[in-house]
């Protein structure tokens, strides 16, 4: 029950600090929004001003006698108000884009999905196995592992423009970024799970006549396998952050390319609007593996009594 | 032990106790040890781990084997089951050297060493996959060997809906269902309440009476070793050597109310002053009393 009230609490308590900065006129407010000009040449109605030149502004037109502009407070062009940001949301998906490639966002967050999709997907099938057999086997482990740490330290970014020359410029190097980004820390992630598999399960199912690939499959995975999908969701995490590097190498697209279009329009409701989906969709789609996970690995200690 | 008994005592045997190590001297090797050592290569140089252990054990014997921690009684264990390599000596089952674990050996550990991903069932119906059964025979020989243990309204459950004496008892399950010529336990009742432990003696005690298998039986409580051995193998520390083994006096079939027989007493009464010789009379420890502690209670706060 508390659990759940500072759940929603830790959503609820900045959005409650962003209506105060937005609404309350006399928190913050730097600039003036100019809702008539006056006798002022350069002002027009809808264009913001720092409520200091604004007032000198004031003055001067009092002063020669003219009609002084009139503004309200307003926030920097960069905060929007929430129910800007609301009706971005809205609008995102009703009004088609603007512009002659213009995307819908959900056709950019669509494509950024895919990419983060295929990414980790071809990073755990070959990531996986192999941390699995490095932490089974020392041997594999000795062979496989320093060349990783070495090469782990090598930024992603470094790929890029590696990755376009040999994948082309559409999705082939972006998803290359993601496997790069993913891969070497999931090997090593993986192995030391694997290692750290409680020996007496593996010397108990060895008395009992399990041996070489059939001990790795009954005994060694099944017994890592809640630990695996942990580390799993976390590097999905990771892979997340790859997506900014990926999208912006070749030609520039997802939900990235979307994000600085519309920033540099000045648009930064839907910026906002795209922020707080991509963050929806990461924390939902986590909370429903962490949920997944409970339903296949009853078992599982950090689980239990849950 | 106020009572004066002769220093020998434990040595004298009942003609019944005779008669039956006899028969047990009578019947086929099933293990036999012979000038067994264990170095350990460790930061420190070479620890020497166990030295020239020598021991027979007959089919259908039990035998325990104590010493004071850290003589290399897991170590020992670890190697007939087939975990460890040993540097020196020789191993033999049913005349067999010994290489690698085998189902010939079932082994049950002190920490608790189910699947925690399986059930009750299929832990038991591990050893019988493994060795190529088919499902359905591997079940319903499972649930057999689960009703022997007790456990047969508990199979479906997870190993962590158990408590620890059922636990242990599913394991002895899971290792006899491979039907081993010698079950190897290490202090497998190390982590239970004495109740429990109690319990499970006689448990085991039952199972041991009613199928054919040998039992070596690690443990460090005195008590539990003269309660279920015939032979007691006692070990000595740095390096680990055989003491003395000692054919337990006390007749069959075992009951808790033996405990305080003159023959158990003084079986008890001599491994204990194997394990715990008597102490030099000066020492380091008898000046703790008179330690200088500094007062961290309130001067009146006083517990005595
Ligand atoms: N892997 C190892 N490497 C180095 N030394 C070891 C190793 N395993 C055990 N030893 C040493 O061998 C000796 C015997 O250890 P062992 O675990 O067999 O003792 P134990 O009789 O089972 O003790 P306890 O009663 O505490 O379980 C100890 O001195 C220990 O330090
Ligand atoms: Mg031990």
Redesign the pocket.
Known sequence: MSRTLLHIGSFVLPVIVWCIVSYVPFVWHPQVEVTLAGGVDYLQPGMRVDSDEFASQVAQMREQGATPPQGVPANPIYLPAPHEVAVALYTAFTKPPEGRDGQWLHQSLWHSVQIIFWGFFLSSLVGVPLGVLAGAQPVVARLVEPFIEFFRYLPAPAFGALAVAVLGIYDGPKIAIIVIGTLFQQVLVVANTTRKLDTTLVEASRTLGARGLRLLVRVVVPGILPDLYRDQRILLGWAWTYLIVAELIGTSSGITWYITQQARYQHFDNVYAAIVIIGALGFGSDYLLARLGRRLFPWDRQTVGR | MSNRQPANLYLQQSEAVRARFERIRQREVILEVRGLGKR???AQGE?E?LRGIDLTVHRREFVCVI??????????I?ILAGLDSHSSGEVLLDGKPVRGPGRDRGMVFQGYSLFPWLTVKRNVMFGLEMSGYARGTAESEALQWLDLVGLGRFAEAYPHQLSGGMRQRVAIARALVNQPRILLM??PFGALDAQTRAKMQGHLLEIWRNIDVTILF?T?DLDEAVYLADRVLV?K??P?EVQEVIEVPVPRPRSPEQFTGPEFRATRARLEALIHPPAPPVDDDSRVPTMHMIRMTDVSDNVE
């Open positions: 350990y290569a460790s620890v781990a010493g004071p921690s850290g003589c290399g009684k897991s170590t020992l670890r290490d202090e690690i460090h070990l520390a740095h680990g």
